[in-house]
């Protein structure tokens, strides 16, 4: 992190911490570099707005005081109505702040798209060549989540692991209502909808236990959807992917199915193998068999609609 954004986040703080000591201020002071940048965003846009607020206030209380019915020597000009200064003041400076503003949304808007593949692992710092992401399968369900990790072949109920500065593709979906995927000290939310796939990409830089949540309201078990998101070094998640192998038990599609009922407050449970395509089949809403996958579905019908379309173009002929 340069020495610069380092003074400027500090100033932040303690501008605010006075009003906001009893916060948690992960959001502002994170561990991922995605959500750092989203934290940058925040303070800039914030320093651009109190330019203007800052004066206002001030300026309010200096006229309220400057013009008061006691101050006899305040110059009284009831006939006053423009100043082509004043004008310029009033209106160029909030144009600019908006001008600004605007370029720094549009430019982060499309830095920090969750769809886009990370091009760096943390400030100066690209990734390194050879280096592929770790792809998380995150489902949320009623009340608890569920996470894929394919490429180990292993899932884990209510808690989730990465080694640091690797980069995470998460690919989430959910099994019934909309939900909210959000590690605050990762990345910002996105959201998980049945029979929908959202995407997100992050990396964790320092090691450490974090928070993870639902952070849209799903219904009697909302509050117990939460999980703990360990950053881990590589030797320290191989530990753990080993644990997860030794402890877990297979999760064939009754085992699956019975974990799909709704419950609250579920403890962290470990599974060491998964049922080949079992998040497709989620996703997908096929688990059960003789069920039509949504893909095949829409297949079908595109290639019914162009059959119906090749044979009008006949007829016309």
Same mark, same amino acid.
């Given at each position: 992190?340069?020495?610069?954004?380092?003074?400027?986040?500090?100033?932040?703080?303690?501008?605010?911490?006075?009003?906001?000591?009893?916060?948690?201020?992960?959001?502002?002071?994170?561990?991922?570099?995605?959500?750092?940048?989203?934290?940058?965003?925040?303070?800039? $846009? #914030?320093?651009? !707005?109190?330019?203007?607020? &800052? +004066?206002?206030? /001030?300026?309010?209380?200096?006229?309220?005081?400057?013009?008061?019915?006691?101050?006899?020597?305040?110059?009284?000009?009831?006939?006053?109505?423009?100043?082509?200064?004043?004008?310029?003041?009033?209106?160029?400076?909030?144009?600019?702040?908006?001008?600004?503003?605007?370029?720094?949304?549009?430019?982060?808007?499309?830095?920090?798209?969750?769809?886009?593949?990370?091009?760096?692992?943390d400030e100066g710092k690209p990734i390194p060549e050879g280096v592929e992401p770790l792809e998380v399968q995150v489902v949320a369900m009623d009340w608890k989540w569920l996470f894929f990790y394919?490429?180990?072949?292993?899932?884990?109920?209510?808690?989730?692991?990465?080694?640091?500065?690797?980069?995470?593709?998460?690919?989430?979906? $959910? #099994?019934?209502? !909309?939900?909210?995927?959000? &590690? +605050?000290?990762? /990345?910002?939310?996105?959201?998980?909808?049945?029979?929908?796939?959202?995407?997100?990409?992050?990396?964790?830089?320092?090691?450490?236990?974090?928070?993870?949540?639902?952070?849209?309201?799903?219904?009697?078990?909302?509050?117990?959807?939460?999980?703990?998101?360990?950053?881990?070094?590589?030797?320290?998640?191989?530990?753990?992917?080993?644990?997860?192998?030794?402890?877990?038990?297979?999760?064939?599609?009754?085992?699956?199915?019975?974990?799909?009922?709704?419950?609250?407050?579920?403890?962290?449970?470990?599974?060491?193998?998964?049922?080949?395509?079992?998040?497709?089949?989620?996703?997908?809403?096929?688990?059960?068999?003789?069920?039509?996958?949504?893909?095949?579905?829409?297949?079908?019908?595109?290639?019914?609609?162009?059959h119906k379309l090749d044979a009008g173009e006949h007829y016309a002929h």
């Open positions: 992190m340069s020495v610069s954004r380092c003074l400027i986040k500090a100033l932040f703080l303690v501008a605010f911490s006075v009003f906001l000591t009893g916060c948690n201020w992960v959001v502002m002071s994170p561990s991922g570099d995605i959500a750092a940048q989203q934290a940058d965003l925040i303070v800039w $846009a #914030t320093i651009l !707005m109190l330019i203007i607020v &800052i +004066p206002v206030i /001030a300026l309010t209380f200096f006229f309220a005081w400057r013009y008061r019915a006691s101050n006899t020597k305040a110059t009284y000009k009831p006939d006053w109505d423009h100043s082509t200064h004043l004008e310029l003041v009033i209106w160029a400076a909030p144009l600019a702040i908006i001008i600004a503003l605007g370029a720094m949304t549009w430019v982060s808007t499309h830095q920090l798209d969750p769809y886009r593949p990370l091009s760096r692992i394919p490429e180990y072949d292993i899932a884990v109920v209510n808690e989730l692991a990465a080694p640091l500065d690797r980069p995470i593709k998460f690919k989430i979906t $959910a #099994t019934t209502m !909309m939900n909210s995927f959000y &590690i +605050p000290a990762l /990345a910002g939310q996105i959201y998980a909808m049945g029979g929908m796939e959202t995407k997100l990409h992050a990396v964790i830089n320092e090691p450490g236990v974090f928070d993870g949540f639902s952070a849209n309201y799903s219904g009697a078990g909302f509050n117990g959807m939460r999980f703990k998101f360990h950053g881990m070094t590589e030797a320290d998640f191989d530990a753990w992917r080993d644990k997860v192998k030794r402890e877990g038990q297979p999760m064939t599609r009754p085992i699956y199915k019975q974990l799909a009922l709704p419950s609250e407050y579920e403890p962290v449970r470990y599974y060491r193998t998964v049922m080949p395509g079992l998040y497709d089949k989620i996703l997908n809403r096929c688990v059960d068999p003789g069920t039509l996958c949504m893909k095949d579905m829409m297949k079908s019908h595109t290639q019914h609609a162009a």
